[in-house]
């Protein structure tokens, strides 16, 4: 029996397109048998650094990445690449929650497992739409802001629960639906079939952010919809944005008078 640290890091590290989602898959499934113990005399997390990845995508500043239209071909593929980077990226993020916060319950390491496992089946389900395209992943240019944010919260699990899952997983929670539409529009069933099977998986991530958020305000005795409040002014100024879904946010854990007074701060 190996530790389930010693597995979350070795799929940190895996640093090919097809090692990652491979080991995640591989290790969720192994989880899921049993064979992992949470090791309480584990050495503690390395500090966190850059995990493994491919040497493309070339990451750029945000503001370096062209914007295309859904309109020719390239520009859907981009856009496709771009939505799977996202999800190579959240591989790590599930990974990172499992092997650097120590002595949680063994659900909140069920739930990030759980999580990097579903994150792999949706860059796989991208991958796979980018080749009948004739691209693959590497192809465009991509941006770090994920993982920036995996860094900055890497010292405190309930800021990393709040900025990581409830901003900026439940960002895609609001601008899916609209893709899906346009993409159907376009006649490209074939990727909208995809974006709504992330979709209805990516509440529950999001719900599991929002669980173990208010598990940490509880432990802290701060009260959490102030406490998040304060979070996004520290971190993620400029981030919130308009319009929310609401139906999907709300299964997500987040309640009406809280999504209200966010909206009043979002842009
Ligand atoms: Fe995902
Ligand atoms: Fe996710």
Do not use: Q
Not at 152 to 175: C, F, I, N, Q
Not at 208 to 236: I, K, Q, T
């Amino acid at each position: 029996m190996t530790g389930l640290f010693e597995a979350a890091r070795t799929c940190l590290d895996a640093a090919t397109v097809d090692d990652k989602p491979a080991l995640t898959l591989a290790m969720a499934a192994a989880f899921a048998r049993g064979e992992f113990t949470v090791l309480d005399g584990a050495p503690p997390p390395e500090p966190i650094r850059m995990p493994g990845r491919p040497p493309r995508p070339r990451l750029v500043h945000p503001r370096d990445l062209p914007r295309r239209g859904f309109g020719t071909d390239e520009g859907r593929a981009a856009f496709i690449h771009a939505v799977a980077h996202i999800e190579f990226n959240a591989m790590d993020l599930a990974w990172d929650a499992v092997y650097r916060f120590r002595g949680m319950p063994a659900a909140f390491y069920a739930d990030w497992v759980s999580v990097a496992n579903d994150e792999a089946r949706h860059f796989n389900l991208l991958r796979g739409r980018l080749r009948e395209l004739r691209h693959d992943y590497g192809d465009f240019d991509a941006h770090n802001g994920l993982w920036e944010m995996a860094e900055k919260t890497a010292h405190d699990g309930l800021a990393r629960m709040a900025l990581v899952p409830r901003v900026l997983e439940a960002r895609g929670l609001d601008v899916t639906p609209g893709m899906i539409v346009k993409l159907r529009g376009l006649g490209d069933d074939a990727t909208a079939d995809i974006l709504e099977v992330i979709l209805r998986e990516e509440i529950a991530h999001v719900a599991a952010g929002s669980r173990w958020y208010r598990w940490h305000c509880e432990r802290a005795g701060v009260e959490p919809r102030v406490r998040f409040r304060e979070l996004l002014r520290e971190y993620a100024s400029g981030v919130l944005h308009k319009p929310f879904n609401t139906e999907a946010r709300l299964e997500a854990g987040f309640d009406l008078e809280e999504l209200e007074s966010l909206l009043a701060a979002a842009e």
